[in-house]
C-alpha cells in the first residue's frame, strides 16, 4: 500500500506536522543540527547517494532509531542536502496486539509515500525457536528476506536502516566475545545477490541523542514485544557493559568509535589484512641493497675565504 506524496525542498506542510511537537529550545535545535550534521556526514563519508536520482526503502519499525532515521532525512530533502526519493516500509511480522493503524496514521498526516507489508513471521519464529532462546537471528533473516523482495518489487537501490553508534559498538563487542572477529555493523554494503545497497546513516549518531530526539516530537512508539519481551540477550550485556564504561568515564563510546574509523592494519595480527611476509620481503631488499655512495668531497675554500 502507498500513499502520500513528498517533494523536496517544497513540501513546507511536511515538514511543519514533523516538527509539530517539537520543543522550541536552543537545547533541542542543537540537537536536531547535530544529528542532521552527522546523518549528512556518514552519508557523504560512505558514499551512500549513488548517480542519478535514486529510490531508497527507509525501514520503519515503530521505534525511536526508524523514526528519527525517517525524519532526518526528510529533513535533509527539504533542505535540498538529500536528492534521493523515499519510499518508508513497515513490515507487519503478526505479533499479536500490533497498532496496525499508528504507521498508517502517521505517515499520512506527513504526506509521506509507504508500503506495509503483511508477513506473519512471528509465528514462523515461535514455532521454530525453543522457548527460553534467542529469536534475533532467525526474526531478522526473515525480515530481511522480505524487505529485499519489498526493495525489488517497488524499485529501490538501497534498503535503509536505523542502526546508530551504539548498535554497531554492540555488534563489534558481540563479534570479538562470542564470534572471535575484529567486525562490526558497516555503514554500506552489498547484499548477497549484488543488486541492492544495504545503508546506515545513522551510523555516527549516538543512541542517547536519538531517544531525546524521538522524545522531543512525541513519535507514537511501537514496542517490539517479539524480542522485547526476551531477557538476558547477549547484545543487552554489551549495552550494559557501555553503560558501565561510559558512566566511569564519560566520552568512552565516543573514543571507541574513532577507533572503528581508525583502523592500522600493520598493528594488528591478520596476514590476510596485511602484507607481513612483503614487510619481510622488503626488509631483506634493504639490506641487500649496496650502500649509498659518498658525499662529494666539500670544495677547498679559495684564497681570501
Not at 81 to 96: E, H, K, T
Not at 161 to 173: I, K, M, P
Not at 227 to 240: E, V
Amino acid at each position: 500500500m502507498a500513499e502520500g506524496s513528498f517533494q523536496p525542498g517544497t513540501n513546507d506542510a511536511s515538514l511543519a506536522a514533523l516538527y509539530a511537537a517539537a520543543p522550541d529550545s536552543v537545547s533541542f535545535r542543537k540537537l536536531r543540527k547535530r544529528i542532521l550534521r552527522q546523518t549528512q556526514e556518514a552519508i557523504s563519508a560512505y558514499s551512500m547517494v549513488c548517480e542519478g536520482r535514486p529510490r531508497w526503502l527507509v525501514c520503519l519499525s515503530g521505534g525511536k532509531d526508524s523514526y528519527s532515521l525517517l525524519a532526518a532525512l526528510l529533513d535533509l530533502r527539504w533542505q535540498g542536502a538529500l536528492a534521493v526519493d523515499l519510499l518508508a516500509c513497515n513490515l507487519d511480522q503478526g505479533q499479536p496486539g500490533f497498532p496496525k493503524r499508528v504507521l498508517p496514521d502517521f505517515l499520512t498526516r506527513l504526506g509521506v509515500p509507504f508500503r506495509i507489508e503483511t508477513r506473519d513471521t512471528y509465528s514462523i519464529v515461535t514455532e521454530k525457536i525453543p522457548e527460553g532462546k534467542t529469536y534475533c537471528s532467525l526474526c531478522s533473516r526473515l525480515r530481511r528476506g522480505h524487505l529485499y523482495r519489498v526493495a525489488r518489487e517497488e524499485g529501490c537501490s538501497a534498503v535503509v536502516l536505523g542502526h546508530h553508534r551504539d548498535d554497531a559498538l554492540e555488534t563489534f563487542l558481540l563479534n570479538i566475545f562470542y564470534g572471535g572477529t575484529l567486525a562490526s555493523m558497516p555503514p554500506k554494503l552489498l547484499n548477497e545477490d549484488g543488486d541492492l545497497l544495504v545503508l546506515r546513516p545513522l551510523i555516527h549518531c549516538a543512541e542517547d541523542d536519538l531517544s531525546k530526539f524521538a522524545e522531543a516530537l512525541r513519535f507514537p512508539i511501537i514496542p517490539c514485544d517479539l524480542c522485547g519481551s526476551q531477557d538476558g540477550l547477549q547484545r543487552a550485556a554489551m549495552k550494559r557493559m557501555l553503560d558501565g564504561w561510559e558512566a566511569e568515564h564519560p566520552g568512552r563510546r565516543a573514543t571507541m568509535w574513532r577507533a572503528l574509523r581508525t583502523v592500522k592494519a600493520s598493528q594488528l595480527a591478520d596476514p590476510a589484512l596485511f602484507d607481513f611476509a612483503g614487510l619481510a620481503q622488503r626488509h631483506q631488499a634493504s639490506t641487500d641493497a649496496p650502500p649509498p655512495p659518498p658525499p662529494p668531497p666539500s670544495p677547498a675554500p679559495g684564497r681570501g675565504e
